[in-house]
C-alpha cells in the first residue's frame, strides 16, 4: 500500500484542529502508521520547501511553520497521496470546497492548516526527512477487510 506525509500545521494545531482532523482521516478509512509531534526549524524547512527558498515570502512560511509544534504523521491506503489531497482541497483556503479540511476549517493561503505529499515519490523522500527508521509501523488495523474489498488488497 501506498504511503503519504501528512503534517498538521500550527495553524491547526494552535486551533485544537488536530483531533478533528485526526477523526477525519481515520473515519475516511485511511491507516495512521505514524505520528508524533516536533518542532520543526529553519534548516528542515529549508530542506521541504527548497523550491520556495528564493521566493519573497519564504521567511513568513519559516516564521508560521515554527510558531508552534506541529504534527506529522504516515498515512498508509490504496492510491493514499490522491485520496488525502482530496479531503485536503485546494492551497487557499478561501477557494477550498466545503468538505475538505481547508474549506471548512481555513480562509487563509498560509495558514492552511495541513500538507500533504503531491506524489508518491515525493511522499517517500518526505517521510524520509521526517521520520527515522523505527517510527513507521507496517500496521494494518483488524478493520481492512471492511475498508478494500478482497480484490483491491490483492492488486
Known amino acids: 500500500m501506498e504511503q503519504t506525509l501528512v503534517i498538521l500545521k500550527p495553524s491547526a494545531v494552535e486551533r485544537g484542529l488536530m483531533g478533528e482532523i485526526i477523526a477525519r482521516i481515520e473515519k475516511r478509512g485511511l491507516i495512521i502508521c505514524g505520528m508524533k509531534m516536533m518542532q520543526l526549524d529553519e534548516k528542515i524547512l529549508r530542506e521541504h520547501y527548497a523550491h520556495l527558498v528564493d521566493r519573497p515570502f519564504f521567511p513568513s512560511i519559516v516564521k508560521s511553520m515554527t510558531a508552534s509544534p506541529v504534527v506529522v504523521m504516515c498515512l498508509k491506503g490504496i492510491d493514499v497521496v490522491e485520496v488525502f489531497r482530496k479531503m485536503t482541497g485546494v492551497t ?3 477557494q477550498a470546497e466545503p468538505g475538505t479540511l481547508r474549506g471548512d476549517f481555513c480562509v487563509s493561503n498560509q495558514a492552511n492548516i495541513v500538507h500533504a505529499s503531491d ?5 517517500v523522500i518526505e517521510l524520509a526527512r521526517f521520520f527515522a527508521p523505527g517510527e513507521i509501523f507496517d500496521y494494518t488495523p483488524a478493520n481492512i477487510r471492511f475498508l478494500y474489498s478482497d480484490d483491491e488488497l490483492k492488486a
Do not use: K, L
Open 119 to 123: 506524489s508518491p515519490e515525493n511522499a
Open 92 to 94: 487557499n483556503g478561501r
